[in-house]
């Protein structure tokens, strides 16, 4: 996404998206298991509402990590808030992730690579469960969220250049509807209006493509 001259928390929140929670006996290991071990089941996933791209602009791969943490006391999602320093999404929280490298054979592995460089977090840790449809962003990304059950105990540790914290949500807080937040703005010179979601968590706002696949998961677990 294109740089802001604003504040995305301070803007008025124009609907919630209200639809029902997903059924807390559904947000279980082993019923995420199954339900992406099933036969494909029809479900829409919603489109990205960023920034138009340039024309011709080549859009490049990426994937993230969508780590769902086995607590005793329920499944969490594992989320970063990046360092303020960088070029692109300072400040936001995200999915630990990032660009697809040559030597990657696979989404998957891009989004394992990618975890161990920016949290620390192993790969034996981690069982893959399944992947969402891509999300495009306005920063040119085809971006592929895979989906991972993480089984404590383990040990992170941030890239002081990329992260600069890690934490958690509780999966039933985001996968309900009356947690998701719709929000817009003017773009600039006359380019329209770009509307997003927002899913804020105490401290945290969590907006934008990280929030626009939670949608696709919340949507994905209802179906």
């Not at 802001?4 to 929140?13: G, I, K």
């Not at 199954?34 to 791969?61: K, M, N, V």
């Not at 040559?102 to 034996?124: F, K, M, Q, V, Y």
Request: aromatic share 8%; hydrophobic share 45%; glycine share 6%.
């Amino acid at each position: 996404m294109a740089k802001l001259l604003l504040d995305p928390t301070r803007l008025p929140v124009d609907a919630i998206a209200g639809e029902p929670p997903v059924d807390p006996a559904l947000l279980t290991a082993a019923r995420l298991r199954t339900r992406f071990a099933e036969a494909r089941r029809a479900w829409d996933p919603e489109t990205a509402e960023e920034t138009p791209f340039q024309p011709g602009l080549t859009l490049r791969r990426a994937a993230v990590l969508v780590p769902l943490v086995d607590r005793p006391t329920g499944l969490t999602v594992l989320l970063t808030q990046r360092t303020a320093h960088l070029t692109s999404h300072a400040g936001q929280i995200s999915f630990p992730g990032g660009r697809a490298e040559e030597i990657d054979s696979s989404p998957i592995e891009t989004a394992l690579r990618e975890s161990e460089e920016e949290i620390g977090l192993h790969r034996r840790h981690v069982e893959i469960v399944g992947v969402l449809p891509e999300y495009v962003t306005a920063s040119a990304y085809r971006v592929r969220p895979v989906v991972a059950l993480v089984t404590p105990p383990f040990e992170l540790r941030a890239d002081p250049n990329e992260v600069a914290e890690i934490f958690e949500v509780p999966l039933g807080f985001l996968m309900n509807g009356a947690n998701h937040q719709r929000m817009s703005f003017e773009l600039p010179e006359g380019a329209g209006r770009r509307s997003f979601y927002a899913m804020p968590y105490e401290r945290f706002f969590i907006w934008g493509a990280t929030a626009g696949m939670l949608r696709n998961l919340f949507h994905f677990l209802r179906a």
